[in-house]
């Protein structure tokens, strides 16, 4: 039975994901937090993610011997230990002290995938070698010199995954991240000095521990070339406005890319023909974790009709998992695999590689646990017959 490590006596305290979440709140400044929990506006999609799951229940069966079931799953060609992997998220060497590699050498010991984010502070570079089956998620720049130049770079750094981003063509209204203090880049104030030093041990071991190691961090894969401080006066953002962007640009993107191409944040079924038309290898439903239109729609919502209407491809699923039961629903509807996001960027910002490794633990011991209780023994096996709509 493929299974959970065991924890370290120091993280024995941590019994599921939410208990991440409430440790990162405390040692983490309000600003930073502010931006790895928060969604848009007045947070509707954030909560309708969090609750869809309830729109669900089981139907178990009993007396199945479940003695020798697994939670591997195969997904693009390889098996991996879990159907779960960590999605991608930005700037997250600003909660945890080198963040990416954190997330992505835990991924690799655990056996499962990651996402590294084209939305952060550590060269890709540097995570493909620590992590050889990791994939790159790009957010397009706007011009077509410049994806062309941004995929090369990709693929010139070994990546064998390609995840583009489509849901983010234009910067979401995230005025609570502003009410918190933070911005990207962050503005120099008196009150993030102050939250820096009111969170003494996020202030040495993260960014003072960055500063002096490895210098002032930079968004580092938005493009082929480096791009503007962490930390600055001037906080506007070197991303244009993408709203002209088209499929044309995926057919392009299709044509020089060698590897297998992911797209993520569909949620309309002919957005997920058309992807797939495209040349697309998979498809990731999502609306962002909640943080770009408000008042989109859960992906557990449509996730059954993109699962029919895509049988070619894989379709994969994130935003609001917290829990082994919500990764069971999601398989039950049609999903290949889940992506987990925030809960994994709160146990690398309190506990490190060791709090990732606590938490992919804990997810998969659950799914485990979940499936000898629903009665079945392969993630494969897992189907609609096992729900029921609440």
Known sequence: MSGGSKARPSLGHFLCLDDFEAAARRHLPAPVFAYVAGGVERNQSLRANATAFE???FVTRVLVDTS???TDTTLLGKTWSAPFGIAPMGISALSAYRGD???TSAAANENVPMIMSGSSLIRMEEIAQANPNAWFQAYLPGRKED???LVNRVKAAGYGTLVVTLDASIAANRENN????FSTPLRPSA???WQGLTHPRWLLGTFLRTLVRHGMPHFENNHAHRGAPILSANVLRDFSDRGHLGWADIRMIRQMWPGKMILKGILDVRDARTAVAAGADGIIVSNHGGRQLDGTTSPMRVL???VQACPEVPVMIDSGFRRGTDVLKAL??????????????YAAAVAGEAGVRRGIALLRDEVSRDMAMLGVTSTARIGRDLLLDA
């Open 178 to 181: 502003v009410r918190a203090g």
């Open 147 to 149: 994806i062309v130049a």
């Open 68 to 70: 020798k079931r697994s």
């Open 55 to 57: 729109k669900h229940e």
């Open 304 to 306: 059954p009709d993109i």
């Open 191 to 193: 009150r993030l000095a």
């Open 332 to 345: 039950a509807l049609g999903a290949r695999f889940v992506f987990v996001g925030r809960p994994f960027n």
């Open 101 to 103: 590699l954190v997330l």
